[in-house]
């Protein structure tokens, strides 16, 4: 089985952790969108690993990773965490694959990230202004840079072409500050000489892995809701986020693609502007950003919190084809009297159901809510299902009515081994738990 592990929220769900828990199933775990604002956060044996390029699955010495062509990648940033993780130990030689066809971030597409947000002054988006967003608009107007671009068999006149008309293109836009082409140039060639040894063509690799019947999983950064296409435009990404993303970001057909999971909060969090219906702006929404410490592991930045929301669940499940569904941070939850869940919105009046297309009716719409009982009785650190409070596996059941998709893996902390996996499930023909 070939899986995919990806967000079903607004990002931050905690896939880190599960990807991570998973990888021993697998040969092969492959990024295929994003950048290195993801930052996806895992603790082994107590120490803390905050992954932003590299796959979760890199932890493990026995498994390969990828980061594929969907993906915009920042040199630096990249070689600035295989040298954390090397420092701990943790060796990649001969397991770490960048695809050839993925795009640079290089040092323009922040400043002009910069100057974007700025201008746009109440309208802002939120971004983390490290130079996404610019670096997949130079990819959509056939100007981008690519890592295949810097190989010595590639046109070095299409290269330097490339480059000084993008420089020349950010001083228009920023005269006050000259930037020499020249400079950017002679970079590359710097960042070629450690990339090198790491660039493969991935779409070539995965599909002789899996013909050979080794297992693959894919791994999503963001979340559905971040999705360019399918999220709350323009309160997105710069990717997409969902199951199509896979096939594009890495090469590879739709049928290689034998189960998705989709991981949730067992509440709602978003970072950054947007409609958000079921958000919490009282001290409910404080309690849970401290009992989850809802704050961003590469900006630091506050989570905006709500209770959890089916609507938006039940349209990830659909614009994915969601199989199962992981919650994680079951554990935040304990000590509530009531929980609630959006299990539909009215609109001036108005029932709604589904999860409206346009921004400005997302805007708009009011949570209906569904009261269930809380524990007072921890979940943290259970490892089985009837270990859980009679209350908190129906909620559990009462997620699963609402989204229309079962709950197979329940996270009740942040350690590796914090995690249940229900025997009666799907999930458990696809992979099992380390001990």
Not at 240 to 265: D, E, F, S, Y
Not at 274 to 279: A, I, L
């Amino acid at each position: 089985m070939n899986i995919a592990v990806l967000g079903a929220q607004w990002g931050d769900e905690g896939k880190g952790k599960i990807v991570d828990l998973l990888t021993p199933n697998f040969s092969f775990v492959s990024r295929y969108q994003g950048g290195h604002n993801a930052g996806h956060t895992v603790y082994v044996n107590g120490r803390k690993f905050i992954l932003r390029l590299l796959p979760s699955g890199i932890l493990h010495a026995s498994v390969s990773c990828i980061i594929g062509n969907g993906l915009v990648v920042d040199p630096q940033a990249l070689f600035a965490e295989i040298d954390e993780i090397t420092a701990a130990g943790i060796d990649v030689t001969g397991r770490l694959f960048v695809s050839s066809k993925a795009h640079l971030i290089l040092p323009y597409h922040k400043e002009l990230d910069v100057l974007s947000e700025a201008k746009r002054g109440e309208r802002k988006i939120g971004t983390t202004s490290r130079g996404i967003g610019p670096a997949y608009e130079d990819k959509i107007g056939r100007r981008g840079i690519r890592v295949g671009d810097l190989a010595e068999h590639a046109s070095r006149q299409m290269l330097e072409d490339a480059v000084r008309h993008n420089v020349e293109a950010r001083n228009h836009l920023i005269p006050d500050a000259h930037m020499d082409w020249r400079e950017v140039l002679a970079g590359l060639d710097a960042i070629w000489t450690r990339l090198r040894p790491f660039v493969a063509d991935v779409s070539v690799l995965l599909d002789e892995a899996i013909r050979s019947g080794k297992r693959v999983m894919f791994e999503g950064a963001q979340g559905t809701l971040l999705d360019i296409d399918h999220g709350t435009y323009p309160y997105v990404t710069s990717s997409n986020a969902t199951t199509g993303g896979i096939c594009t970001g890495l090469g590879i057909g739709p049928r290689h693609i034998t189960g998705v999971m989709g991981v949730a909060k067992a509440y709602t969090t978003r970072v950054g502007e947007g409609p958000f219906p079921s958000e919490l702006l009282d001290d409910m929404g404080q309690k849970l950003r401290d009992g989850g410490s809802e704050y961003g592991s590469v900006t630091g930045r506050p989570r905006r919190c709500g209770w959890f929301d089916a609507v938006a669940l039940r349209y990830a499940v659909r614009v994915n084809g969601l199989d199962a569904l992981a919650i994680t941070k079951m554990d935040v939850l304990d000590g509530f009297e009531t929980l609630k869940i959006c299990t539909s919105y009215t609109v001036g009046g108005q029932a709604l159901d589904h999860f409206p297309s346009e921004i400005g009716q997302l805007a708009r719409c009011e949570p209906v809510y569904r009261e269930v009982k809380g524990w007072t009785a921890p979940t943290a650190g259970a490892r089985r299902f009837e270990d859980l409070p009679d209350e908190a596996r129906a909620y559990i059941a009462t997620l699963e009515e609402v989204c229309g998709v079962p709950v197979v893996l329940i996270s009740t902390g942040s350690d590796r081994h914090d995690t249940i996996l229900r025997s009666d499930s799907l999930a458990a023909r696809w992979f099992t738990l380390p001990d």
